[in-house]
Structure formats: structure tokens, C-alpha cells
């Protein structure tokens, strides 16, 4: 999965390997952050841990890092009652 605001989001993903079809733009203001945490939260928490766990070992270090900080954020907003 791919998200990209002001790029062209499956550009980019295909430079990961990951399809146009697991890409997408979307408006960077807060109806869009907000829809995009919600999304990624059911996507992300809807994978059973042992499935996210192998997935993490064929990571590059750059998807690795990146997934850590959008776990980070999924948590905090989860805390916080917005997810």
C-alpha cells in the first residue's frame, strides 16, 4: 500500500514494487489525514500479527522505517480516541 499527496502516488510505488493498484493520491488537509488514518488503521490492524510480522522481514531499511513511523502514528491516534 501506497499514499501520496502532491505526487503522483503510483509513480512512486512502483519504485518499491508496490502496483498502481495499491497506490493512491489523496488531499493533503484534514479531511484526507483523517480518512487515510482510519483506512490504513483497519487495513493495518485487520492483518493478523504473524502475517505482519513475516511481511516486516522482507522490508528494504527505508519501508521498514517508514512503516515504524505509521505505526507510531496509528498508535497514537488510537490512544487518543480518533481512530
Known amino acids: 500500500m501506497f499514499l501520496g499527496a502532491n505526487i503522483d502516488a503510483a509513480k512512486e510505488a512502483a519504485r518499491f514494487g508496490i502496483g498502481a493498484d495499491r497506490s493512491v493520491?489523496?488531499?493533503?488537509?484534514?479531511?484526507?489525514?483523517?480518512?487515510?488514518?482510519?483506512?490504513?488503521?483497519?487495513?493495518?490492524?485487520?492483518?493478523?500479527?504473524?502475517?505482519?510480522?513475516?511481511?516486516?522481514?522482507?522490508?528494504?531499511?527505508?519501508?521498514?522505517?517508514?512503516?515504524?513511523?505509521w505505526e507510531s502514528a496509528l498508535y497514537n491516534e488510537k490512544i487518543c480516541g480518533r481512530i
Do not use: Q
Open 25 to 69: 493520491n489523496y488531499k493533503c488537509d484534514e479531511a484526507g489525514k483523517a480518512l487515510n488514518y482510519e483506512v490504513i488503521s483497519e487495513a493495518f490492524y485487520g492483518v493478523p500479527e504473524e502475517l505482519r510480522h513475516e511481511c516486516r522481514k522482507r522490508l528494504t531499511p527505508e519501508l521498514a522505517a517508514i512503516l515504524r513511523r
